[in-house]
């Protein structure tokens, strides 16, 4: 069996409310999609990580390299595809490019062999995995902490045991929005915080300690991704868990993070890192220096697919009678893409999502909204 053809799409939908995050603001969601076809008409799907257009550049570029191999050999093709990049690429986003397209060749191998991906990443360690809402994002709501404790109270009522807000505006700002979600959620939800590194060293652990009362499950990218040295410092002074890893791609980047003890969580992006390739060899480092991987996940129904067959074959830290569970993001920041292009849509049961069955990824994509949601070239 061959690959004949490696197909890419950059989709784009406009937000009904626009939202925005410690950097900059979202107006529309915009993602790059990777379809791997097979001789036999059989197709995977990928999906990218990054400013799409570039992502989709990085792919056009890679695909010929792909293009009559057999997509049994997943793991030879990402060995050629990344000894294309090196040259130019040791991280960023043509790595995410070689994501989306090791992502859909997982999803095709698992559909050639009759096999769920989770079956193939070593076997399913659950049926069903903890999810946590990813939201509460800053709007130019009049209100805006009475619209995070509207939103906070809502996710917790759909059933999700863990929530995630967002910080990084300014330390008091932020300690006051964390406070009213604390209260307004109670004692039994998880909480978590992600500044998107929009501290200083000073700040972050000025704000760590001012949240130290609030029973805080991670605090995440807490300072710039590019300050191995402001990480473990924090790590060494703060109690709280301090997760990151989203903007940090392949082995050797987190090679860097996780010798350097920057963090207590890595959290690598399957569609940026590397890919599932890639990310599970990530996983083993990870646990060579006793420290949990938590996916970041931030796209459509594809991106999350791979997050849960990863996570249901992951391995958890430490291993004990009472086994802690491992935790998947689950973004619900408005996302037309996500709703409208892959299905299923993912619901969530007391908590947590059901790991597809079917073979591959489990996902698929709607070819007419495809169609219209594609950006024209
Ligand atoms: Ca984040």
């Not at 053809?5 to 995050?21: G, H, L, W």
């Not at 990863?310 to 569970?325: K, W």
């Amino acid at each position: 069996m061959k690959i004949v053809r490696i197909e890419s799409y950059v989709a784009e939908q406009k937000v009904d409310t626009p939202f925005s995050f410690s950097q900059f603001e979202f107006q529309t969601r915009q993602v790059c999609l990777v379809k791997a076809v097979a001789e036999d008409g059989s197709y995977g799907w990928g999906e990218g990580y990054g400013p799409a257009t570039v992502v989709r550049a990085g792919v056009d570029f890679l695909a010929p390299l792909v293009c009559g191999e057999d997509p049994l050999h997943v793991e030879a093709i990402w060995n050629k595809m990344r000894l294309r990049a090196l040259d130019y690429a040791r991280r960023g986003v043509l790595v995410a490019a070689i994501s989306a397209i090791d992502i859909a060749l997982w999803d095709l191998r698992g559909k050639l062999l009759g096999q769920p991906v989770s079956v193939l990443l070593g076997g399913r360690r659950r049926e069903r995995v903890k999810v946590y809402a990813t939201g509460l994002y800053f709007t130019a709501a009049d209100d805006l902490v009475g619209k995070l404790v509207e939103e906070a109270k809502g996710y917790a009522a759909q059933g999700f045991r863990a929530i995630k807000m967002k910080v990084g505006l300014d330390v008091a700002t932020d300690v006051k929005h964390a406070r009213a979600v604390r209260q307004a959620i109670g004692a039994d939800v998880e909480l978590m915080v992600d500044a998107n590194h929009g501290y200083s060293l000073s700040e972050a652990l000025s704000f760590a300690r001012r949240i130290e009362e609030l029973d805080i499950s991670f605090f995440e990218e807490p300072v710039s991704p590019e300050d191995y040295q402001g990480y473990r410092e924090l790590r060494e002074r703060a109690t709280i868990p301090i997760a990151g890893g989203e903007c940090e791609y392949l082995l050797e980047g987190f090679r860097q993070l996780l010798s350097g003890r920057c963090v207590d969580i890595a959290q690598p992006d399957i569609c940026a890192a590397g890919g599932l390739s890639e990310v599970k060899r990530i996983v083993a480092l990870a646990r060579a220096h006793h420290v949990n991987v938590i996916p970041h996940s931030w796209g459509t129904g594809i991106a999350f697919a791979a997050g849960l067959h990863l996570v249901s074959a992951l391995d958890v830290l430490p291993g004990r009678m009472r086994m802690p569970e491992p935790l998947l993001e689950m973004d619900r920041s408005e996302n037309p893409l996500r709703d409208n292009l892959t299905a299923p849509v993912f619901q969530v049961e007391d908590g947590k999502v059901d790991v597809p069955s079917a073979p591959g990824l489990g996902v698929d994509v709607d070819p007419d909204m495809l169609a219209e949601l594609t950006v024209s070239d």
